[in-house]
């Protein structure tokens, strides 16, 4: 298990972390802590993962917002280095949103997306 800066792999603003919290109340997972990853499928051949879960694998890295542990594996943080994860709810939907510099092309749902 490694710890890296934030920087280095996602950032997660406050308005993500937040709803991230909440989620955590209504399905009754306090405690636990997040795991971000890259998986294959969707539209565009890859798709953003996101899970509760209780500890770190041996390899990931283990960032922290705020009191949020967030895990990360070695192969998904090639993908997801840069991106940045907020959370918008407005007048159009609510949802977390991908900000990838990775991505070459992404589609419409805006959580699949080719490297």
Excluded at 6 to 17: E, G, K, Y
Excluded at 68 to 77: E, G, H, N
């Amino acid at each position: 298990m490694s710890t890296a800066p934030q920087s280095q792999v996602i950032q997660l603003t406050d308005s993500a972390r937040d709803h991230v919290y909440r989620l955590m109340q209504r399905e009754k997972k306090e405690g636990s802590s997040l795991r971000v990853s890259v998986v294959g499928g969707g539209c565009s051949g890859l798709s953003y993962k996101m899970a509760f879960e209780e500890k770190p694998a041996e390899a990931d890295k283990v960032l922290n917002f705020n009191g949020l542990q967030v895990f990360v594996d070695p192969r998904s943080a090639l993908f997801l280095s840069g991106i940045t994860i907020d959370y918008v709810d407005g007048l159009n939907g609510s949802g977390f949103t991908y900000e990838n510099p990775n991505a070459k092309r992404s589609c419409g749902c805006g959580t699949s997306f080719s490297a």
